[in-house]
């Protein structure tokens, strides 16, 4: 099983980044999807969900409008679009997948906001 996250990086207060889930290893079309983050000092939170089929979503309070959640089964992806990114959406952005029977764990991505 693999889950590898991709387009971190750092950005100024205002920008864009769309982080990438590429997973392999398992039947991506059955499990729901999550992203999670984790800034400095903070316990790891989830930011984003969307259920295995794409017809469901939900969002933390401190990102909905900003960002979007979103994947293509075909792909074997899951995506977040971050929009007018703030210095407090820095943290190490996690991708997640979940159904009744396993849990799987990405190895993490810097999302670092700066000017």
């Known amino acids: 099983v693999q889950l590898v996250e991709s387009g971190g990086g750092l950005v100024q207060p205002g920008g864009s980044l769309r982080l990438s889930c590429a997973v392999s290893?398992?039947?991506?079309?059955?499990?729901?999807m999550r992203w999670y983050r984790q800034g400095p000092g903070k316990e790891r939170e989830l930011v984003a969900h969307i259920a295995s089929g794409g017809d469901d979503t939900l969002y933390a309070d401190s990102v909905k409008g900003r960002f979007t959640i979103s994947r293509d089964n075909a792909k074997n992806t899951v995506y977040l679009q971050m929009n007018s990114l703030m210095t407090e959406d820095t943290a190490v952005y996690y991708c997640?997948?979940?159904?009744?029977?396993?849990?799987?764990w990405g190895q993490g991505t810097q999302v670092t906001v700066s000017s």
């Open positions: 997640h997948a979940r159904n009744w029977a396993n849990v799987y």
């Open positions: 290893g398992f039947t991506f079309s059955r499990y729901a």
